[in-house]
């Protein structure tokens, strides 16, 4: 596995060591190493740890570890400029069994087009596999593909109209975004029209980020609230982007809670960790014989909402008594 070695130790001790994990009742065949691929989001994600600790052990779980009969290769989208194209093709190369990925699109299309063959677990927070052609229906994958579908589309949706009953008198909404939250962006533009919001727009498409400059053009647009879009390249800047939010006085709706603990003001949607449980999961079932199409496509069944009144305070604002009593976590 492809860890520095802070992040390495960082990673062994959250796991507890192997003996902390209990053996499956079938072991894998003696002396065969399972070969998994993992093309991950965003290393740089403070529950990106954690989840790996809740993939691992599922894996532990069904008797795989890594070191014995399990090698795992992570690539990362956050930290590998090259295109998806070519860190798929060089994962397949490897011989791998099977697949993991809960990057965007893009990195799932590149896996397909490499390794037709290969098994693949999906987290799909990004994009809609059904939509994409990627699985038949949630029962019934259908093919090689399988996982888990978190309907981040769906969730920018509920985002937007949470921004409106949170702030009421506000009308004018902008969205900050890049191609890997596309789909959110329409998604989330359908609502606000909806809604009767004046929608302002900016979708920032030249890697390194700047976040500065984004978030001066937005002032420029005078928007009331903002929503900023789900993508693993704004993760590893959360406290910056954060930060400018509270310096334009910007109310600021965010995916992962994350953010909010970083100093954003509010936040809805899910939680990697189980997701990352039911990943590993499925990737240990495939790899004892499971066929994917056997393996339905599950969705998460919890959201949370979490907001800072610290940030809340900063900027001025007070929040209404009904978004506070729903909120699963707040910060004081």
Same mark, same amino acid.
């Given at each position: 596995?492809?860890?520095?070695?802070? #992040?390495?130790?960082?990673?062994?001790?959250?796991?507890?060591?192997?003996?902390?994990?209990?053996?499956?009742?079938?072991?894998?065949?003696?002396?065969? *190493?399972?070969?998994?691929?993992?093309?991950?989001?965003?290393?740089?994600?403070?529950?990106?740890?954690?989840?790996?600790?809740?993939?691992?052990?599922?894996?532990?779980?069904?008797?795989?570890?890594?070191?014995?009969?399990?090698?795992?290769?992570?690539?990362?989208?956050?930290?590998?400029?090259?295109?998806?194209?070519?860190?798929?093709?060089?994962?397949?190369?490897?011989?791998?069994?099977?697949?993991?990925?809960?990057?965007?699109?893009?990195?799932?299309?590149?896996?397909?087009?490499? %390794?037709?063959?290969?098994? *693949?677990?999906?987290?799909?927070?990004?994009?809609?596999?059904?939509?994409?052609?990627?699985?038949?229906?949630?029962?019934?994958?259908?093919? +090689?593909? /399988?996982?888990?579908?978190?309907?981040?589309?769906?969730?920018?949706? &509920?985002?937007?109209?949470?921004?409106?009953?949170?702030?009421?008198?506000?009308?004018?909404?902008?969205?900050?975004?890049?191609? +890997?939250?596309?789909?959110?962006?329409?998604?989330?533009?359908?609502?606000?029209?909806?809604?009767?919001?004046?929608?302002?727009?900016?979708?920032?498409?030249? @890697?390194?980020?700047?976040?500065?400059?984004?978030?001066?053009?937005?002032?420029?647009?005078?928007? #009331?609230?903002?929503?900023?879009?789900?993508?693993?390249?704004?993760?590893? #800047?959360?406290?910056?982007?954060?930060?400018?939010?509270?310096? @334009?006085?910007?109310?600021?709706?965010?995916?992962?809670?994350?953010?909010?603990?970083?100093?954003?003001?509010?936040?809805?949607?899910?939680?990697?960790?189980?997701?990352?449980?039911?990943? %590993?999961?499925?990737?240990?079932?495939?790899?004892?014989?499971? &066929?994917? /199409?056997?393996?339905?496509?599950?969705?998460?069944?919890?959201?949370?909402?979490?907001? +800072?009144?610290?940030?809340?305070?900063?900027?001025?604002?007070?929040?209404?008594?009904?978004?506070?009593?729903?909120?699963?976590?707040?910060?004081?």
């Amino acid at each position: 596995m492809q860890f520095d070695q802070v #992040h390495r130790r960082a990673f062994i001790a959250l796991l507890g060591g192997a003996a902390a994990w209990p053996l499956a009742a079938r072991a894998q065949e003696p002396g065969k *190493i399972a070969r998994v691929g993992i093309l991950s989001s965003a290393r740089a994600a403070p529950t990106t740890i954690p989840a790996m600790q809740a993939f691992f052990g599922a894996l532990r779980a069904l008797g795989f570890r890594e070191g014995a009969n399990l090698n795992a290769d992570i690539k990362w989208a956050d930290e590998d400029a090259r295109e998806p194209s070519l860190l798929a093709a060089e994962l397949v190369q490897s011989k791998i069994d099977v697949a993991f990925t809960d990057a965007p699109e893009a990195w799932l299309r590149a896996l397909v087009a490499a %390794g037709p063959d290969v098994p *693949i677990v999906m987290l799909a927070i990004n994009y809609d596999p059904i939509m994409g052609g990627y699985v038949k229906s949630l029962s019934q994958p259908g093919g +090689n593909i /399988t996982g888990i579908f978190a309907r981040q589309p769906e969730l920018a949706e &509920k985002q937007v109209e949470l921004l409106t009953e949170t702030f009421p008198s506000r009308t004018r909404l902008a969205v900050l975004y890049d191609e +890997n939250s596309s789909e959110q962006f329409r998604a989330a533009e359908r609502r606000a029209k909806l809604l009767g919001l004046h929608l302002f727009a900016l979708k920032l498409e030249h @890697r390194p980020y700047d976040f500065v400059a984004a978030f001066r053009t937005l002032h420029e647009a005078s928007p #009331h609230m903002l929503l900023v879009l789900s993508s693993p390249l704004f993760v590893p #800047h959360r406290v910056q982007i954060a930060e400018l939010a509270v310096q @334009r006085r910007l109310p600021t709706m965010f995916i992962f809670r994350s953010y909010v603990e970083a100093g954003g003001l509010l936040s809805y949607g899910i939680d990697r960790v189980p997701m990352f449980r039911v990943a %590993g999961d499925y990737v240990g079932k495939i790899l004892k014989g499971v &066929k994917p /199409t056997d393996l339905p496509v599950v969705q998460p069944i919890r959201f949370q909402l979490a907001l +800072n009144l610290k940030t809340a305070s900063a900027i001025g604002l007070e929040l209404p008594t009904s978004i506070l009593l729903r909120a699963d976590e707040v910060i004081e």
